[in-house]
């Protein structure tokens, strides 16, 4: 089932809320750390896996939203991949041959930087392939989704909304400051001409895509902080909505050493004071 219409012009790229840094940043510390317990649970539970998907216009700082919101996961439960421009292997194969390798295995979560639907959005504003083959994609992308959900992966998507006045803003910083040359691409200020078409492509592509089942959330993103303590407050509220579970114990009872190690005096220490 399609949810609302999204239509970005509508959309704030600055908090909705009235809210400070400080408050924003502290708030953001206690979801790291609930995120980073009910990960153990998911973990452990091992019948589900979760994909972040993160979509945005360059100099969104996505590596940011990363670090910050997923800092507490144990990095045995966390993948990030990243999807540029496919080499000549990848382009030998379907287009979602080099995204399907990479989907969470159970227990896993992976996050996308970048993804499948660049194969949608950077076509369609350039114009190098046709209009059927477009829509096709648009149909092989929501049933490749609908598969991963029916699997048992959760699918998370983000747009990290920001104006184009604040892209300048970053894409100066870029040209201006030497520690952040290494991130400027001249590509990236070739698809800034093409703001609007990006835009409109982007619509569309919410349009076709975003479902009960893998919605699209679009997230403020002209400041940094609140984009932060945003991506993360809805990551929670999806995984506490899980039905999780700690494994029961197997085969103990049949296990001579088990049992006398119970008939031991030692006594168990909780976790949280052997740090």
């Known amino acids: 089932m399609f949810k ?10 600055i908090p909705e809320e009235d809210i400070s840094k400080e408050e924003a940043e502290k708030r953001l510390e206690k979801i790291q750390s609930e995120i ?8 452990a ?19 940011g939203t990363v670090r910050k919101v997923f800092s507490g996961i144990n ?11 496919p080499s000549d292997e990848e382009f030998s194969h379907d287009f979602l041959w080099r995204i399907h390798k990479h989907a969470p295995e159970k227990w896993m979560i992976t996050i996308f930087n970048r993804s499948h639907y660049e194969d949608i959005l950077v076509p369609s504003v350039e114009w190098y392939l046709s209009k059927e083959l477009i829509e096709n994609r648009y149909d092989h992308i929501r049933c490749f989704e609908r598969m991963l959900v029916d ?7 983000f747009f990290l909304h920001m104006s ?5 803003k970053r894409f100066k910083e870029r040209i201006t400051l ?15 001409e093409r703001w609007d078409d990006y835009m409109d492509v982007y619509e569309r592509i919410f349009e076709q895509t975003n479902f009960d089942w893998s919605p699209w959330h679009v997230i403020p993103a002209d400041v940094k902080w609140y984009r932060n303590y945003k991506v993360a407050e809805v990551f929670l509220e999806t995984i506490k909505k899980l039905e ?9 009872n049949e296990d001579s050493v088990v049992q006398e190690i119970l008939q031991e005096n030692t006594p168990i220490i909780p976790e949280k004071d052997i740090l």
């Open 4 to 13: 609302k219409k999204i239509v970005l012009s509508k959309m704030s790229t």
């Open 36 to 43: 980073a317990e009910i990960q153990k649970k998911f973990h």
């Open 45 to 63: 539970d091992g019948r589900k896996s979760i994909l972040v998907i993160l979509q945005w216009m360059d100099a969104s700082w996505k590596d």
């Open 75 to 85: 990095p045995m439960g966390l993948r990030a991949i990243a999807f540029w421009k």
């Open 151 to 157: 699997e048992g992966t959760i699918v998370l998507k």
């Open 164 to 168: 184009k006045d604040e892209q300048a």
């Open 178 to 192: 030497e520690h952040k040359f290494w991130k400027y691409d001249p590509s990236d200020t070739r698809a800034r």
């Open 244 to 252: 999780l579970e700690w494994p029961q114990l197997k085969g103990h």
